[in-house]
């Protein structure tokens, strides 16, 4: 029982899911490893959501929206986390949840699914019958009707090498990433240097009022997004947490 009054309680409660996810089959040993290097960054950044990830996950809602075939694209550690808010961003901008894994087996991804619905996703793709071309690993087993054929895709915990390939298939990449140093961060068109517990609650509430507003508003706000600019603010914050106190 982890009291409330723990300073690391946001933490240690999320650190947890992943162990229950682990012990479901949901989660990966890599997934845990993954989970730690993200952590770090989070703790530079305060384990608050900073100015600059709030403007991409506005910029991010705003794709998914003027979007024809948006799809979430979910891994394991994003499912034992945030399962059932992915389940109300998904009905919110109609966007179909897809699992989609790094270490993929029939089994996982069954697994990873009926996860899924039990948390309350309803639309919920894992057919795992077609593939993207020009990724080796077992990443590119995707549903025919969700990553093979969407516009926009958006991923969390992302491998460089999908990322630079969906954008090389034509799709927007949207990417929740807390390293803005990585190739996924470099390589994907709009970057949420965020934790997913956060982002994803966060981008539900951004979706409800956007969905009120026009067209014009939502490719304005996309169109003046500068993902580079974003990026170099939160490798400044970095920079700025490293700094000897005046």
């Given at each position: 029982m982890?009291?409330k009054?723990?300073?690391?309680?946001?933490?240690l409660?999320?650190?947890?899911?992943?162990?229950?996810?682990?012990?479901?089959?949901?989660?990966?040993?890599?997934?845990?490893?993954?989970?730690g290097?993200?952590?770090a960054?989070d703790?530079?950044?305060?384990?608050?959501?900073?100015?600059?990830?709030l403007e991409?996950?506005?910029?991010?809602?705003?794709a998914?929206?003027?979007s024809?075939?948006p799809v979430?694209?979910?891994?394991?550690?994003?499912?034992?986390?945030v399962a059932?808010?992915?389940?109300?961003?998904?009905?919110?901008?109609?966007?179909?949840?897809?699992?989609?894994?790094?270490?993929w087996?029939?089994?996982?991804?069954e697994?990873?699914?009926?996860?899924?619905?039990?948390?309350?996703?309803?639309?919920?793709?894992?057919?795992?019958?077609?593939?993207?071309?020009?990724?080796?690993?077992?990443?590119?087993?995707?549903?025919?009707?969700?990553?093979?054929?969407?516009?926009?895709?958006?991923?969390?915990?992302?491998?460089?090498?999908r990322?630079?390939i969906?954008?090389?298939?034509?799709?927007r990449?949207i990417?929740?990433?807390?390293?803005?140093?990585?190739?996924?961060?470099?390589?994907?068109?709009?970057?949420?240097?965020n934790?997913?517990?956060?982002?994803?609650p966060?981008?539900i509430?951004?979706?409800?009022?956007?969905?009120?507003k026009?067209?014009?508003?939502l490719?304005?706000?996309?169109?003046?997004?500068?993902?580079?600019?974003?990026?170099?603010?939160?490798l400044?914050?970095?920079?700025?947490?490293?700094?000897?106190n005046?």
């Open positions: 982890i009291p009054s723990h300073p690391r309680y946001e933490s409660i999320t650190r947890e899911k992943l162990v229950e996810g682990f012990r479901e089959g949901i989660v990966v040993p890599e997934g845990l490893i993954a989970h290097r993200g952590e960054f703790y530079i950044f305060g384990e608050k959501t900073r100015d600059f990830a991409a996950e506005k910029a991010a809602v705003a998914m929206l003027l024809e075939k979430i694209s979910v891994n394991g550690n994003a499912a034992a986390l059932e808010r992915l389940s109300e961003l998904s009905e919110i901008l109609k966007a179909p949840l897809e699992v989609n894994v790094f270490h087996s029939r089994e996982r991804v697994k990873i699914a009926k996860w899924l619905m039990s948390k309350g996703c309803k639309n919920v793709l894992y057919a795992g019958d077609a593939e993207i071309e020009g990724i080796e690993h077992l990443r590119r087993i995707v549903d025919s009707r969700g990553i093979l054929v969407a516009d926009t895709v958006m991923v969390m915990l992302e491998d460089g090498d990322c630079e969906l954008r090389r298939h034509g799709k990449v990417a929740i990433d807390l390293n803005p140093l990585s190739r996924t961060a470099k390589m994907a068109d709009i970057t949420i240097v934790n997913v517990v956060r982002a994803i966060e981008m509430e951004i979706a409800k009022e956007f969905t009120k026009d067209e014009e508003f490719k304005s706000l996309l169109e003046n997004y500068d993902n580079r600019e974003v990026l170099s603010r939160a400044n914050a970095i920079a700025s947490y490293f700094k000897p005046d």
